[in-house]
């Protein structure tokens, strides 16, 4: 079984099976590996099994050798927008480095009447330089990377309002509202930064999203996201908080343990080395009151979804017994 993280959201109709306190996106990597079949397959997955939505990264590159073939992220969700019809579809992040912040908004307002108002926006700086090199796409510095990610937000969040003032930055300057404006969009931001991330998040975005860590490293962020939200007029609590990253786990220790002794074949690891680096890393573990106790904590300090990240798209072989598994875990809390 590959148990590797997942995003979602089902805020609507079905949001799901899961307890209230924890909930389940499923979240893909197709330039690792996946058709758009790939892609529509783990979506109506996902759609099925209740969860909250289904998310995919965008990447027009991977470091593997073969290069497997990289859909583009918006264009497959335009068609999951229409061959699904309940759960939420978002991505994890666009790079602002990719598209200058009209197309995306002109493209984020397009995918929310596509899909009847189930579109989250994820948006990025951008981190890739590789595959920005082999593209041919600009990779400014980090300051600037950042500058623009700041401006392009601020003027999202204009322009979805229907704000026609126009936006005015150092690097965009826009006159042209957005139409259609969108009914049901949501923007995520997301990152591991102490300070900048989180600000932005507390004053701009409807989700804070963190990868995968432990949950006494996550909440002095979740706390400076809340703070930022009350100093910018914002309801804290209103800003929902996920995070996204892989699991290991079994419905009880022998399949916990056949499939841990699995993935550590597959990365040419021991099993006990593969466990103490997932656990390094706070990967949730294991089976039962263990797995539940790990969900608690991320709920105890605010995250209210779990974004399960499965690699690759095209091989969905065990996510219904990690779907069962987590079921079984947060049903508990």
């Known amino acids: 079984m590959k148990a590797e993280a997942a995003p979602g959201s089902n805020s609507g109709p079905g949001r799901g099976t899961y307890d209230a306190m924890m909930r389940f996106s499923l979240m893909t990597e197709p330039q690792l590996g996946g058709t758009y079949d790939d892609i529509l397959a783990a979506a109506r997955w996902a759609e099925r099994n209740g969860m909250k939505s289904f998310a995919r990264s965008d990447h027009y590159y991977s470091g593997r050798n073969p290069k497997p073939a990289a859909t583009d992220a918006l264009t497959t ?78 003027y999202l969040t204009e322009a979805f309002a229907g704000i026609d003032a126009g936006y005015d930055g150092t690097y965009y300057t826009l006159a042209a509202d957005v139409q259609p404006t969108p009914s049901g969009l949501r923007m995520i931001v997301g990152g591991t930064g102490k300070t900048r991330t989180p600000t932005l998040a507390g004053r701009r975005a409807d989700e804070y999203n963190h990868i995968v860590a432990h949950a006494v490293d996550i909440a002095p962020k979740i706390a400076v996201m809340r703070a930022s939200a009350a100093d910018s007029g914002r309801d804290p609590a209103a800003v929902e908080v996920s995070v996204m990253g892989p699991v290991l786990v079994g419905r009880d220790e022998t399949e916990y343990r056949d499939n841990l002794g699995r993935s550590a074949s597959e990365r040419g690891l021991e099993p006990a080395e593969l466990e103490q680096r997932l656990l390094q890393a706070g990967v949730p573990l294991g089976f039962g009151d263990r797995l539940t106790e790990h969900f608690a904590e ?36």
Request: glycine fraction near 8%; charged fraction near 20%.
């Open 298 to 333: 991320l709920a105890t300090i605010g995250v209210d979804t779990y974004y399960l990240q499965w690699i690759p798209t095209d091989e969905l072989d065990g996510l219904d017994e990690t779907h069962l598994a987590l079921s079984q875990a947060v049903s508990h809390l």
């Open 77 to 154: 969700l335009a068609g999951l927008a229409r061959e699904t019809s309940t759960i939420r579809l978002a991505v994890l992040v666009t790079p602002v480095t990719f598209r200058h912040p009209s197309v995306i908004a002109k493209t984020a307002a397009t995918l929310d009447q596509m899909s009847g108002g189930r579109f989250d926006l994820g948006i990025g700086t951008g981190w890739m330089k590789a595959e920005h090199e082999a593209f041919g796409i600009p990779f400014p510095d980090w300051t600037e990377r950042f500058d623009r990610f700041t401006e392009a937000l601020d």
